[in-house]
């Protein structure tokens, strides 16, 4: 354990320490009066070299070599804030050239081992692995925890909204849960009442300043663009009754596995409750959306929400498009 944490220790504060004496040398009187070539250098340092000897550190330990990368964007940043605006024509360079290749890179990285986690499944198994519990596989594989995490939802949202376009047909154990519930049309309303606000605070902002007018526009883009994913992937992560496990999903924003045995009891009811530590929605909506099933465990379970926030429950509310059909799908898995 003693010789693991000494190993960690020289794999990220080496590179850590190089970044230090960087930052250190241009507060230097020797960069005040050497600027254009110690720039040059320390640029270089910090968006290749750095990133460098850490993939060496790295080279032989198990640890994902695609961490590389989180490197040189932090190279990339902390150029940016240290290095004089008017000698950052290399950062600028990889900025433009470098940066979008990288981007692009670790996406088809990414979805070509999501690819192979899904053949490899498929090889295995009579079902079809979840896209998006593939790509949480793989990234996990490729990327230490929080960024794994992160990584996940950006390209699960880019998948479900701009990708995965065909049309899913459910099978016999697949449940919809949105289209008697209004979520999409309250997801859909949003967007639109983004853009709606969005035109008009850029507007307003523009007579104060252009930049915070541009953010404000780019930030409420972004937002309208995670809202499509996660109305997308509704619609194609439906919840699923196999081999005695029950997987109850909302999208990508939520998710629990139960085991059918560890159920109490089921009931189709609509009725108010007391949310509490034990008693949670699944729909991270809460009130805005309602429910109509209600399943309560013989023990604590494990909930997934969004951006990997995990908390306990022993019951849990939710909506089913087909009501009758899931509850008598449960307690003929239950029988069984």
Same mark, same amino acid.
């Given at each position: 354990?003693?010789?693991?944490? /000494?190993?960690?220790?020289? @794999?990220?504060?080496?590179?850590?320490?190089?970044?230090?004496?960087?930052?250190?040398?241009?507060?230097?009187?020797?960069?005040?009066?050497? *600027?254009? #070539?110690?720039?040059?250098?320390?640029?270089?340092?910090?968006?290749? *070299?750095?990133?460098?000897?850490?993939?060496?550190?790295?080279?032989?330990?198990?640890?994902?070599?695609?961490?590389?990368?989180?490197?040189?964007?932090?190279?990339?940043?902390?150029?940016?804030?240290?290095?004089?605006?008017? /000698?950052? %024509?290399?950062?600028? +360079? #990889?900025?433009? +050239?470098?940066?979008?290749?990288?981007?692009?890179?670790?996406?088809?990285?990414?979805?070509?081992? @999501?690819?192979? *986690?899904?053949?490899?499944?498929?090889?295995?198994?009579?079902?079809? =692995?979840?896209?998006?519990?593939?790509?949480?596989?793989?990234?996990?594989?490729? #990327?230490?925890?929080?960024?794994?995490?992160?990584?996940?939802?950006?390209?699960?949202?880019?998948?479900?909204?701009?990708?995965?376009?065909?049309?899913?047909?459910?099978?016999?154990?697949?449940?919809?849960?949105?289209?008697?519930?209004?979520?999409?049309? =309250?997801?859909?309303?949003?967007?639109?009442?983004?853009? @709606?606000?969005?035109?008009?605070? /850029?507007?307003?902002?523009?007579? +104060?300043?252009?930049?915070?007018?541009?953010?404000?526009?780019?930030?409420?883009?972004?937002?309208?663009?995670?809202?499509?994913?996660?109305?997308?992937?509704?619609?194609?992560?439906?919840?699923?009754?196999?081999?005695?496990?029950? /997987?109850?999903?909302?999208?990508?924003?939520?998710?629990?596995?139960?085991?059918?045995?560890?159920?109490?009891?089921?009931?189709?009811?609509?009725?108010?409750?007391?949310?509490? *530590?034990?008693?949670?929605?699944? %729909?991270?909506?809460?009130?805005?959306? %309602?429910?109509?099933?209600?399943?309560?465990?013989?023990?604590?379970?494990?909930? %997934?929400?969004?951006?990997?926030?995990?908390?306990?429950?022993?019951?849990?509310?939710?909506?089913?498009?087909?009501?009758?059909?899931?509850?008598?799908?449960?307690?003929? #898995?239950?029988?069984?």
């Amino acid at each position: 354990m003693t010789t693991k944490t /000494h190993s960690n220790l020289v @794999v990220f504060g080496v590179p850590l320490l190089l970044i230090l004496s960087v930052i250190l040398i241009t507060k230097s009187q020797i960069f005040a009066t050497n *600027t254009s #070539a110690l720039s040059i250098g320390i640029t270089l340092d910090l968006l290749f *070299t750095i990133p460098i000897v850490y993939f060496i550190l790295i080279k032989k330990k198990n640890i994902p070599k695609t961490t590389i990368v989180p490197f040189f964007i932090l190279g990339m940043v902390i150029a940016s804030y240290i290095i004089p605006q008017e /000698h950052q %024509s290399i950062l600028n +360079w #990889a900025k433009n +050239w470098v940066f979008p290749f990288v981007e692009l890179g670790v996406g088809v990285f990414v979805f070509y081992k @999501v690819r192979q *986690t899904i053949k490899r499944y498929k090889a295995n198994s009579k079902q079809e =692995l979840d896209f998006f519990s593939a790509l949480k596989e793989t990234c996990s594989e490729i #990327a230490p925890g929080k960024i794994a995490i992160f990584l996940t939802m950006e390209l699960a949202v880019f998948y479900y909204g701009f990708i995965s376009w065909k049309k899913r047909i459910l099978a016999e154990n697949e449940f919809t849960y949105h289209k008697n519930s209004g979520t999409i049309s =309250l997801l859909a309303a949003l967007i639109v009442i983004i853009g @709606v606000e969005t035109y008009v605070l /850029h507007i307003l902002l523009l007579k +104060w300043s252009a930049i915070a007018a541009w953010i404000a526009s780019i930030l409420s883009v972004y937002s309208s663009i995670q809202i499509f994913g996660f109305l997308k992937s509704i619609i194609k992560r439906p919840i699923i009754i196999e081999d005695g496990i029950l /997987h109850l999903r909302y999208g990508i924003l939520s998710e629990t596995t139960i085991d059918i045995n560890t159920i109490e009891s089921i009931e189709i009811t609509s009725k108010e409750i007391e949310f509490d *530590t034990k008693t949670i929605k699944l %729909s991270p909506l809460g009130e805005l959306e %309602s429910h109509n099933m209600l399943i309560t465990l013989k023990q604590e379970n494990t909930f %997934s929400g969004l951006y990997g926030m995990k908390k306990t429950y022993k019951t849990i509310a939710f909506f089913i498009d087909d009501k009758e059909r899931f509850t008598s799908s449960i307690k003929e #898995a239950l029988k069984n």
